[in-house]
């Protein structure tokens, strides 16, 4: 079992998706989730975490006020809702378990799925 991101594509300047993570139990339970992108050239970066309850969350500076991160501990998934999208979150997005410390953003594991990629036109 792997991690498996799904819902990217292409959307216009303004626009929304929303990305879906589905991950192995024995990663996803009891831990906190999050979201990472990496842009041609860029080393990958943070982007969002939720505790185990999902009574906590912390975002990139970048992304705060647009994105929304969310979990469904029945189904093993997380996702990411994002609005107003702008050219530079265009990117391949990944999800990983994450240091339970969420500001740091750290994944727990350097194990990753194929991610899913994230194109905004302008």
């Known amino acids: 079992a792997q991690l498996v991101e799904s819902g990217g594509g292409l959307v216009q300047v303004g626009g929304s998706l929303r990305l879906s993570c589905q991950a192995p139990?024995?990663?996803?339970?009891?831990?906190?989730m999050g979201w990472f992108r990496q842009a041609p050239g860029r080393e990958r970066e943070f982007v969002a975490a939720?505790?185990?309850?999902?009574?906590?969350?912390n975002y990139a500076d970048s992304v705060k006020g647009r994105f929304t991160i969310s979990r469904d501990n029945a189904k093993n998934s997380v996702y990411l809702q994002m609005d107003s999208l702008e050219p530079e979150d265009t990117a391949v997005y990944y999800c990983?378990?994450?240091?339970?410390?969420?500001?740091?953003?750290?994944?727990?594991?350097?194990?990753w799925g194929q991610g899913t990629q994230v194109n905004v036109s302008s």
């Open positions: 139990t024995r990663l996803f339970r009891a831990n906190a």
């Open positions: 990983n378990a994450v240091n339970p410390l969420l500001r740091i953003g750290r994944p727990l594991i350097d194990a």
């Open positions: 939720i505790n185990w309850s999902g009574a906590n969350t």
